[in-house]
């Protein structure tokens, strides 16, 4: 009890030494621990381990082994004590107990001193018991868990026999072709299984990625005259850029194949060549939530991946790799590709809405026809991409976006987004009346090399207002 008076607080005896005890068992705890060196305290770790108490603190689980070697001793010492007392009865006149002791009582005391000495002293094996029991389970449940992947996964490779109409010789005849509803199907049960455990999506991810990009190999990407056109007009890292002429000479093809407008009706028409196709790829849409962003760039891999008319709207693959992927007329509505890389990437006809696009890596992308509306591409490296005069740049947030190396001589609207990006003199600006489009005042006016670059675009994304672009030497 405690007695509350003007001059002094007087506290239960018992009380005191309660408190006084666990203080002094946290303390001692404590210097075990800071005094314990390196491999103790690794052995201590595998001894909890063992117990299965690896999620008890260090100073919880000493202090706990201290009160129990305590409780130990204890009770040995009242089990003996009370076993010599009965054995001997010379013992008895010094044990200040009285002669009257009714020995039924000593004999329940007996009996309890051992019970409880028995269970404290099993404690240890009890615990390790337990944790032998989960591990057996956890065990079981993650081999049922492996089963049902590996039945998954056998199912996405899964063909059905099927007889075809007469030939003309008039006969029939039967064939093996994918079954693609039986593969849906195996996508569903994988991306449910996720969603069961969720520490497997960096697994299913990898399978589901590799599914699409070998699918893609069988069936590759359409292409389009135009596309192969302005791939000769603008040249790559091994060709050099030519002229249309001799473009069209090369490719033996006529000048009305150059039509913009023919080119973006191609792209909307577009249909995925695969619907399991389409449906893997949404699936990992959605499992990407339970990535971390760490294993993102390994897992979430369409590297030269056909996704052409896919609708991959609302879904994430933010840190996803995309590079050379096939991109033409997919949707886009509300997708999430930030930090993506997409190098290289074919985004021709595709509508980018509401898109999040922000940080990614364009680099010499094409967006020839595409829809670009509140779409989000802040910081987003955009050097090299290609655009059209249908390419549409409606209300986006463009602030601290590269654009070096970019034609943008018949892009509409482009005077809207030039104070809020990036570039140098490598940027073709279209003309207004007679006069060409003058640069930003915080561009540089001449061409950079590449490092000193992307040098200057970090000092003027982290002080637009007080930067000052470098002068030719």
Not at 84 to 109: H, K, M, Q, Y
Not at 213 to 224: D, G, V
Request: hydrophobic letters at 40%; charged letters at 25%; proline letters at 4%.
């Amino acid at each position: 009890m405690i007695d509350v008076t003007a001059d002094m607080v007087a506290i239960d005896a018992g009380l005191f030494w309660t408190m006084f005890g666990v203080l002094v068992l946290a303390a001692v705890s404590a210097l075990v621990m800071v005094s314990m060196p390196s491999v103790k305290t690794e052995k201590l770790q595998d001894w909890r381990a063992k117990l299965g108490i690896s999620g008890v603190p260090m100073l919880v689980a000493i202090a706990g082994a201290i009160l129990w070697g305590l409780l130990t001793l204890a009770l040995s010492y009242g089990l003996i004590r009370t076993l010599l007392w009965l054995s001997i009865p010379a013992f008895r006149g010094n044990t200040g107990l009285e002669a009257g002791v009714d020995w039924r009582f000593t004999l329940i005391t007996l009996a309890g001193l051992t019970a409880t000495l028995g269970a404290v002293v099993a404690l240890p094996v009890t615990l390790s018991r337990l944790r032998l029991t989960k591990d057996q389970t956890d065990t079981a449940k993650e081999s049922l868990y492996n089963q049902k992947i590996t039945e998954a996964a056998a199912d996405l490779y899964a063909r059905r026999l099927v007889t075809l109409d007469k030939d003309d010789h008039d006969k029939a005849r039967d064939v093996y072709e994918d079954d693609i509803v039986r593969r849906s199907a195996a996508i569903d049960r994988l991306e449910g299984l996720v969603d069961e455990q969720s520490y497997h999506a960096a697994r299913v991810v990898r399978l589901l990625s590799l599914y699409v990009r070998e699918l893609s190999r069988e069936f590759p990407r359409s292409r389009h005259p135009y596309q192969n056109i302005k791939g000769l007009i603008n040249g790559t890292k091994e060709k050099a850029p030519i002229d249309e002429e001799q473009a069209l000479k090369k490719l033996d093809l006529r000048p009305n194949q150059l039509s913009d407008e023919k080119f973006w009706l191609w792209t909307h028409n577009l249909e995925p060549v695969r619907t399991d196709m389409e449906k893997a790829a949404q699936a990992i849409g959605r499992m990407s939530r339970h990535l971390s962003i760490s294993s993102r760039y390994e897992t979430i891999d369409f590297r030269k991946a056909n996704l052409q008319g896919m609708d991959l709207s609302n879904l994430d693959f933010c840190f996803g790799r995309f590079d050379e992927a096939d991109l033409s007329g997919t949707r886009l509505h509300g997708a999430k590709f930030e930090f993506a890389i997409l190098y290289r990437a074919v985004l021709d006809g595709s509508e980018i809405f509401n898109t999040d696009l922000s940080s990614a890596v364009m680099l010499y992308s094409t967006l020839y026809g595409t829809e670009l509306r509140r779409a989000k591409l802040i910081a987003t490296n955009l050097d090299g991409v290609t655009l059209n005069k249908l390419t549409k740049l409606d209300d986006l947030d463009v602030f601290g976006a590269s654009v070096r190396s970019m034609d943008l001589s018949n892009t509409q609207n482009i005077e809207r987004i030039l104070p809020y990006v990036f570039g140098d003199g490598s940027v073709s600006l279209p003309s207004i009346g007679e006069a060409d489009l003058d640069f930003p005042p915080h561009w540089p006016q001449h061409r950079l090399d590449a490092k000193i670059y992307a040098a200057e675009w970090d000092k003027w994304r982290k002080n637009p207002d007080t930067y000052t672009p470098p002068k030719p030497d």
